[in-house]
């Protein structure tokens, strides 16, 4: 039996832009003024949140319904329309001339004029707000056209889509869009970037549980390369024992504080996330405006359950994490436990079975 995400042409190599396939679309207000929709959450239950449509959200959706008059390639997927953000997922069935680009661009350029027609009077988006929009400039003129707001002021984010198993990913993330978003408000706290954490000697940035800071034990996960070859070359027990001890001592009450890093630390975290287990989490790069934390963290740290750490300001352009980075993250991890606890003890070794995620 086929699955469903088969019959999608998936980017190969070279093809990105150009090619048929998937591409994540993000166009957003970058003041971010809520004028596309408005979030209800019914009950203040965070799992029932929508998001009403504004006269301009309703206008934004009609032009990317209308892509396809100009594009006949390109279908639209899927997409999420936040108050101040739409998500899309485009669907390009067959390489374009120009490219997804041009189709990307043309897109803003209309919405572009449909902002400025919402800011000169919100109440002319309604019937023939496209042939307003396009002759605004002509009946007020060119000054006072170019002095409204533009509202969105940059370019759509456009990512082409290169595997298969993102497609998924990408539409729980959309769809998961309205609810972490009110999770956020009925919970402010846990989300708020928190500054001038100041810990062993160094400075972080924050976002989660700051009281973590304040339990009884801590201990680092830092599994060593001599361990990861001793395993690989048929000697596994010392790493068997290491990550099971990780287990065991977070089970008892210490938070574990590491990057999670390697595959074998990363194992460790999803065990950690699986039974709700308190931790600290080092980020390698700080955190953006409007940040939340990925799928696998943004329950926990709704929870209480997890605080991100970083000493580094944002970084837009950084795409990975060197040698250098997880040196100085697995430092920064054992500087925090010797700081913060008042007592540890080395943790005991139970069954990998008994732990192994399913």
Partial sequence: ???????????????????????????????????????????????????????????????????????????????CLMPDHLHAIWYVRQAMPRGIRAAVRGFWQEVKKVGRLSSFAPNLIRENYQERAKTLREEIGADRYDA??????????????????QLPATLRYIDMNPQR?????????????????????RTYSGVGNIALLQAERYAP??????????????EPQTLREYMNGC????????VMVSPFISPQEKQVMEILLKEEHPFIYIADNGFRDYY???????DAVAAGRVLILS????????????????????????????????????????????????
């Avoid at 287990?247 to 210490?254: C, I, M, W, Y």
Wanted: glycine share 6%; hydrophobic share 40%.
């Fill in 1 to 79: 039996m086929t699955n469903e995400h088969d019959i999608w042409q998936w980017q190969e190599p070279d093809t990105a832009w150009k090619g048929a396939g998937l591409y994540h679309v993000t166009l957003t207000i970058p003041s971010r003024e809520p004028s596309l929709g408005t979030l209800v959450i019914p009950d203040a239950d965070a799992t029932k949140a929508k998001v009403e449509i504004l006269p301009l959200g309703r206008a934004v959706l009609d032009i990317q319904r209308q892509l396809s008059s100009f594009y006949p390639e390109i279908q639209i997927l899927h997409y």
């Fill in 247 to 254: 287990v065991l001592a977070a089970r008892k009450g210490t």
């Fill in 311 to 358: 000493p580094w300001d944002y970084d837009a352009g950084k795409r990975h994490v060197t040698r250098a980075d997880c040196v100085a993250m697995n430092q920064m991890a054992e500087e925090i436990c010797n700081h913060c606890s008042l007592s540890s003890a080395p943790p005991n070794s139970i069954a990998l079975s008994s732990i192994t995620p399913d």
């Fill in 221 to 234: 996960v830092h599994v060593r390369r001599m361990m990861v070859e001793a395993a690989e070359h048929g």
């Fill in 292 to 298: 939340k934390p990925h799928d696998g963290l943004f």
């Fill in 148 to 165: 409204l707001p533009p509202i969105f002021t940059e370019m759509p984010f456009v990512r082409p889509m290169g595997q298969r198993r």
């Fill in 181 to 201: 978003l009110a999770t956020k408000r009925l919970m402010p706290g846990f989300f708020r970037v928190q500054e001038g954490i100041e810990l062993a000697g």
